[in-house]
């Protein structure tokens, strides 16, 4: 996902003038629509493009992007921890949910996606991020949810990587490694995906 933040974003499926973030950098203004957009770059991809100007060796070959992919998830994790709010100015789409007992294990996902839908040559746009969030909510969550809808999430108890953290009805766990993919041909893309993040506790924005 090429996340930046504009003037007009998405609240539960509808537009809101809200920001999460107020001091996110702005990279470049663009016209669109006779209307300008100040695009600025999200903290989890000024992090993605930090690590790789200092690690320019790390797509190198699968072990190295392996390696990248888990130091940048532990990096971005800490960043989260530190201040939740680069979590909660991103809308993440709810996905599914499985019943357990009388709760119910949540799925929302960040699909790689350019946000502005226009074509642009901004050093950010090279750089997609995507991530899976899964929490343990009420009924009264789930009421709340429709399909297909994005929401803006605050973790109230962020817990990180979700890996052998949430109990399936099955009795087992299960993981979501951090992986990164990388293109050279036509455009250099670079491409992150976090894995699983696990919140015991959030609110709906």
């Known amino acids: 996902m090429f996340i930046c933040m504009v003037s007009c974003n998405v609240k539960n499926g509808q537009p ?121 909510g009420d009924e009264k969550l789930m009421s709340r949810l429709q399909d297909n809808e994005f929401y803006y999430i605050k973790a109230c108890n962020f817990q990180g990587s979700v890996n052998n953290k949430i109990t399936l009805p099955s009795g087992g766990t299960f993981s979501q490694s951090p992986s990164i993919s990388y293109e050279n041909s036509y455009r250099v893309k670079y491409g992150l995906n976090l894995g699983g993040l696990y919140v015991k506790d959030l609110e709906l924005k």
Do not use: C
């Not at 702005?26 to 300008?36: A, G, L, M, P, Y």
């Not at 790789?52 to 532990?74: C, F, G, V, W, Y």
């Not at 357990?100 to 350019?114: A, V």
């Open 16 to 136: 809101s003038n809200e920001s999460a973030i107020d001091s996110v950098p702005v990279e470049s203004s663009q016209v669109v629509d006779n209307k300008t957009l100040d695009i600025q770059i999200h903290p989890i991809t000024s992090i993605w493009m930090d690590f790789i100007r200092n690690n320019p060796n790390s797509m190198n070959n699968e072990m190295t992007r392996d390696k990248a992919a888990k130091e940048l998830q532990k990096t971005i994790i800490d960043s989260i921890n530190k201040n939740n709010s680069i979590l909660y100015s991103i809308p993440l789409k709810y996905e599914t949910a499985m019943e357990k007992g009388n709760k119910y294990i949540i799925k929302f996902s960040l699909m790689t996606y350019n946000s502005l839908n226009i074509d642009t040559e901004l050093e950010s746009a090279k750089y997609t991020i995507a991530f899976d969030l899964f929490t343990i």
